[in-house]
Each structure stands twice: as structure tokens, then as C-alpha cells.
């Protein structure tokens, strides 16, 4: 069953340099209790994905100018604000990159996640508190009792986060958007908050939408993949599938330049040189013609400079938006 | 430094008069301030029993030189001028008091709403460029001109251009907080506007704005003792700081004490206020205070 469908949302950006358009024309399904991976390099348009759909872009500088976010049948682009209020933490979380920071300092952590309790439940200033220590066990934050009443700067950085999902799940929401969570945390404890995540998945039955530039961390907890290039879509795959047999260059290139365990070992202890995409994400101020992965395209035809590929399985296993899936695909096999 | 903690560190820990002592000898100047600022305060409160009837003309005793009975001398009517300089120091901590509080309220309450609402806060900051071009003394003769000479009217002519400092002050702050992950964060929480500014970005301007009030209050009482000195302020016949200095100014040559002893006060007052100011602002700057 389809919770959260988004169709062809376009988020742009009102800049004295042009219209930028870092979101431009994403559709994508989320079904309940499904973890769905949005992967791109930096500035490809995946956290502005994720603010449109909370509707958290400063109206100031940008503003969702086209497209249509479905959750449970209720079109969320066109609510009203204060029913968006009530959306927001409720029925759709976040969970953002910065756990040093996006806790208020002089709050305590008791207090911060009694709030949303008590903001979106009507739960009694008692209650909100005990749901709160209930969270921080569930997080599995020693000692509850005590850190409830603690202050943000006490804890150290994935407890921070520990403590932001808590906040997040708190209120059982539907939806849980996590914007590159454990980009900021190293690396033993960016397991421990992914399984955290994961098994808090499977019991509360939310939805995960996980943002991250981190192909590692796709491969190890997501199912469907979707991958952005330049506020679209090139490729759209389950986990198992993209790695498997990816289809889109954009795809290859990025699963190229992973690290291996297994590459080979040369002389003197070096490793093969990583690969890397030539040439540089294309200005999003400027409308693009055709493909915008086209100037750094290894497979590149004529058609793909005039004519912009569309999302279609069409020429593959799976949905992807490349006029040479087939040859990509051939050369891979 | 060691890291290792004797039992020497741990007494002096538990001891709240070392406790003070590291304090002071961290931050001088908040003891200094603070302790001049209290004394001003003691001897204000205490005025009644420790200095005589500031009204009280004894023509025998015209200008004499501060001597045995008359600890700062007399003016041209035989007035004790310590007995009138205790008795000034009411107005001007009245008014750097009233001042600070005042503008600080108003000035917290518009720059929030300024810093946070972006559709009104050109409007409104714009007003607040007018209000600070008014000088503090005209306004105050504008005023005097309308209604009668009063406390009030001087705190009011003074408050008026000051609150746009404060607004200034409050909405920078405002502006920087509101761009913190943790205000994004509460907003994708669902956290309405009123509680997010109550909650979540006005504790964090209680800083800044105690500091500014701080300085508010020291140009409070200068600007008050210029106004009482041009006879745009206090009626002339309450004893202010700068009432007194205009009085003693025809008599200068022959009783100078009746213009550098309060003269001297008001000095040491402000100077007082604004090491207090400046050591807050040390003490209270996050990045210092985690230092504790």
C-alpha cells in the first residue's frame, strides 16, 4: 500500500543568479514500514527533496512550484499551514545531519522530547515526561532517568542523535525522513544508530526515507535505491538491483569510486587508484538541455544533448532515465 | 596545572568563599562594578539616616570648603552638598534603572517579532532608524514643552531612542538563532511560531540583552544628568546629579566641590555600570562561560 506518493515535485529557488532548480521533477512511491534510499552527490537536490516534502523551504527564497506530495491520500502541497504544523513531527518526522546542533542548548533533552509529546499526542506535562524516559530506553540511552534532565552538551554526539530519533519516533510517526544521519558521527557508532534505526523500524512500523551521499550505508539498510543527478532522477532500483546491475552511467560511475575491501593489494602495500567522475555537477541556475549528466558521460550520443531522458523501465530490468541503458548494461554484463 | 585533583583542590572546590575568590580573580571587573554599584545603592537606600535635609539653606554657611561638618562643602545657599550629591544619586539610578528595564522590555518584544516575522521586519526597522535619529535632548525639550518637567517625562524622552539600540541588538541575535539546526529542527517538529520564539530563540538573547541594558543604563544616567544640566530635565528643585552641577556652575571659580564632587559620582557611577557591563559580556559569552 502506498503511503507517501510524490509525483513530479519541482522545488525551485528564487536567486539573483537565476532560478535554480534543485528539485526538478522527483515521483517516487513509499510504502508503509519500506526504507527508501535517495543517493546523489552534494547539492543534487535530495535535502531539498526532503524539506518539500515537510514544506520547510523558506518561502523567502524558494518555494514548491509544481508536482503533488500524497500522504494517505492528502495532498500535503496545498494545506493549509497550521494543518501542515500538525503533519509535521506527527505523521512525518526528520531527523537532520547535525546531531551537535540540532538540539537546543539551553532546553534540556527531557524537555525537548516532552514538547513534541506533549504538542502532538495532548498528553499531560506528566505523561509527555514519561514517554519521554519510555523514548530514551527505546533509544537505548543508559540511564534515562537521569539523562532526561540533562543538557545537550552533557551527552556526546551519537547520543545526541539517539536522542533525535527519540524525538522523531516519539509521536509514532508515519513517515521518517533522516537526512543524512550519521554523516556527522564516526564510523562505530554510524552502525550502531543505522540498526538502531532499522530495528525501530520494524517496531513501530514507520516508513524510513533514508538521504545520504553514502552508497555503504544504502547497501546495508535499504530496499528501493533512487538516485539523483542535478534535481532529477536518473535511476530508480532495489537495493539488490542497483548494486547488481546498475544502469545508469551516473550509477556505475558512483558505485566505481566506492572503496573495496577486496580490491587488490600492489606493490608496496598500494591500493588501485579510486575511480572518479570527470568534469563537475552542471550549474542549476542555467536550464538544462537534454541529459544533465551528458558533459561528464562516458556513453554520450547525440540525442542525449538535445532531448532530457525520461524515468522508464523501458529499456531495462528497472526504471532509469538514460537514452543507452541497454549498451551500459551490455558492457557491464 | 595538574590534572590530578588533591584534597587541597577538593576543599577549595567545597569552600564558597574560595569559590568567590576564584571568581573575582577571574573576573575583576564584575566585582568592581558590582561592588561599586551596590555601595551607590546602600548609601541611596540609606540616605535618609546617613546624610542630612538636602533642602535645607543656612546662608552662614554659604560656600564653605568641604570641612568637619559639611564632608563635600556647601553651595551658594549654604545647602550640605553631600547631603544633595546622596540625594542625586536617587535620580540617576532611578533613571538608569528604569531606562535599562523599560527600553530592554520594548526592545526584546520588537526585536523578536522583527527578527523572526521577515515580512515586517523592513517596515518596522525602518521606524526604528527615524526613532534613532532623534537626539535624546531635543526630544526632551519637546516633551517638557507639552507636559510639566518629571521623572517620568525624562525617562521617557530617554527610553524612546534608546529602545532602537536594543532592538537592533535583540533582532541580530534573533536572526542568527533562527538559522540554528535545532530552530529547523523544532519547525519540522510542528512547534508553532509562539512557542518556538518563547521556547526555543528567547533565552538565547537573555544574554546579549543583559549586556546592552547594561550600557543602556550608563547612557541613561549621562544623557539625565545633560537634560537636568540644560534644565530640560528633573525640575530644578529635586537635587540630581546634574542639577547640581548647573547650580554650582555660577560659583565654580570661588566653590569648584559643587561641581567635581558630583561630577566625580556620576563619573565612578557610569564607570561602575559599564565594567559590570563588560564583565557580563565575558562571563555570559557561551564560548567564555564553558570555560566555568
Redesign the interface.
Known sequence: MTLLQVRDLKTHFFTADGIVRAVDGISFDLAAGETLGIVGESGCGKSVTALSI?R?IAP?TGRIVGGSIMLDGQELTTLPIEAM??????RI??I???PM???????TVGTQIA??VQ??LGLSRRAAWDRAHEMLELVRIADARRRLSEYP?QLSGGMRQRV?IA??LCCDPQVLIADEPTTALDVTIQAQILDLMLELKEKLGSAIILITHDLGVVAETCERVLVMYAGRMVEQATAGELFGRPLHPYTRGLLRALPRADDEVGVAGIRPKLAEIPGIVPALNRPIVGCAFAPRCRYVVDLCRTTAPALTAANGPHPVACWEAQRVAEEAA | MTLVATAEDMQRIASPLARAATAIRRNPTIFIGSVLLAALVALTLAAPWVAGDPFRQAPVNRLRPPSEPFWFGTDQFGRDVFSRTVYGARVSLIVGFAVAALSSLIGLAVGLVCGYF?RIDAVIMRAMDGIMAIPSILLAIALITLTRPGLGIVIAAIVIPEVPRVVRVVRSVVLSIRA?????????????NA?LLV??IL??TLAPLIVQATYVCASAMLIEAGLSFLGAGVPPEIPSWGNIIAQGRTFFQIAPWSIFIPGAFLAVTVLAVNMLGDGLRDRLD?RLA?RL
Open positions: 515537510l520547510l523567502e504544523r500538525a503533519v509535521r513531527g506527527r518526522a526528520m537532520f545531519q547535525e546542533t540540532s538540539l537546543n542548548p539551553v532546553l514538547e513534541s504538542r502532538h552538551h533525535m524525538i522523531a | 521577515k540554528q539546526p535545532y530552530v529547523e529542527s523544532a519547525i519540522a517538529g510542528g512547534t508553532r512557542k521556547r526555543h533565552p538565547n557561551p564553558r
